[in-house]
């Protein structure tokens, strides 16, 4: 029974729940679960960049504080196709961003078409990065979602596997590959053949994989060619010694996982290589990453 003197227990402290960026179990980084409020200094910076050519669609909402009203949005941005990036800069308003999707359309695979969205303050001169609220690979049904996606780098996952036709060298010269500017490749195999000329010597090729002009690898043929024959060669991951599968096929091993950047080259050094000796066939397949600048 109250004696008239008792007062009301005080109310609970309220309850300070910070909404900031979320961290997975994988590492990766996933941007808050909340509106994006935006004044109108600031602005949506797209980025493309792609190994083919194609459309980068990022579409979604935007809520106008001066009318009240949530705008439907959708921005197209070309990809290049040629490891090159495009840049979209737009200004948004003022109100609050409520979501975000992109996809690509064309027929990219993953590992070929990477997308970037920030909120900018500024559109020209000096500039200043808010937030970054998408960043991935993207294809015609493998999305980004904001809030939602991770924030991934373009050198993670599998990346993309590209089988290519090596240019072929003039007589008496040998095979030389280069990484293209953008790119970042892992080499799976390489395959070349080689007619020689009647000069004498026995030719014994040689693979290596060069970074900034240093040979980081090097690997040998199992066996050699004679005057006025030839033969194929095959260098491939995973074979831990030179072997000779068949009469006039050679295959040697690659190491694995070795990174080589833009500028890195493949080439053949052929012991005894005469003027008149040929190779052709030159055939290899690499795992490719974007290197997004």
């Not at 004696?3 to 941007?31: F, M």
């Amino acid at each position: 029974m109250s004696n008239g003197n008792d007062q009301a227990p005080p109310p609970p402290a309220p309850q300070v729940i910070a909404i900031g960026p979320q961290l997975l179990l994988s590492g990766k980084i996933i941007p808050s679960f909340a509106q994006f409020a935006v004044t109108g200094e600031d602005n949506i910076r797209i980025i493309t960049v792609g190994s083919v050519a194609a459309t980068v669609h990022v579409q979604g909402r935007f809520l106008d504080a001066a009318q009240g009203v949530t705008i439907p949005f959708d921005y197209p941005v070309p990809v290049a196709g040629n490891r090159t990036t495009t840049t979209v800069l737009d200004a948004l308003g003022t109100g609050y961003l409520l979501n975000l999707s992109c996809y690509a359309t064309g027929s990219p695979l993953i590992g070929q078409v990477f997308v970037i969205v920030q909120i900018l303050r500024g559109l020209t001169g000096a500039t200043f990065l808010v937030g970054t609220l998408l960043q991935g690979y993207v294809t015609t049904t493998q999305t980004l979602g904001w809030p939602g996606s991770p924030i991934a780098t373009s050198i993670e996952g599998g990346g993309v596997i590209k089988a290519i036709t090596g240019t072929t060298p003039a007589a008496g010269a040998e095979v030389s590959e280069t990484v293209p500017t953008g790119a970042r490749w892992e080499l799976l195999s390489f395959t070349g053949q080689l007619t020689t000329s009647a000069a004498a010597g026995a030719r014994l090729p040689n693979l290596k994989l060069l970074q900034g002009g240093i040979v980081v690898v090097q690997s040998a043929a199992v066996a050699s060619v004679g005057p006025s024959s030839g033969a194929t060669w095959v260098w491939e991951q995973g074979m831990p010694l030179a072997a000779a599968v068949a009469a006039g096929v050679n295959v040697s091993g690659l190491n694995i996982r070795l990174p080589l950047l833009a500028g890195s080259m493949i080439v053949t050094t052929t012991a005894a290589l005469a003027a008149g000796d040929q190779w052709g066939s030159v055939f290899y397949t690499v795992r490719e990453w974007l290197e997004a600048s």
